[in-house]
Nanobody, 124 residues
């Protein structure tokens, strides 16, 4: 059974940084694309970024591409997400997800397994 365990998150002031982690259990995900979504209060889940296997390439939504970054440690089956220069509009629950696909995927329905999410609150 696939399980994604997330850590990190919390309360931070605008301009601050956070690091989120997502570790996969159940099988090796080094060949699969890992995705990153967020759900702002009162809204649906939206795409943030995705990274292909072995850090071949990452793709970011325009709203975050100059501030957020994603990387993965294949040996630890873990994806790291660095959030810099946070803004109040970044307040959301952040989710990691994995897909059997090896190409970049940006749609929620294209991911099969999900973590429980981390709450990030950015104060002004």
């Amino acid at each position: 059974q696939v399980r994604l365990v997330e850590s990190g998150g919390g309360l931070v002031q605008a301009g601050g940084s956070l690091r989120l982690s997502c570790t996969a259990y159940g099988r090796n995900f080094s060949s699969n694309t890992m995705g990153w979504f967020r759900q702002p209060p009162g809204s649906g889940r939206v795409f943030v970024a995705a990274i292909r296997r072995r850090n071949v390439n990452a793709y970011y939504d325009d709203a975050v591409k100059d501030r957020f970054s994603v990387s993965r440690d294949a040996a630890k089956n873990t994806v790291y997400r660095q959030l810099n220069n946070l803004k109040p509009g970044d307040t959301a629950v952040y989710y990691c997800a994995t897909t059997v696909a090896t190409a970049i995927r940006a749609r929620e329905g294209e991911y099969e397994s999900w973590g429980r999410g981390n709450q990030v609150v950015v104060s002004s």
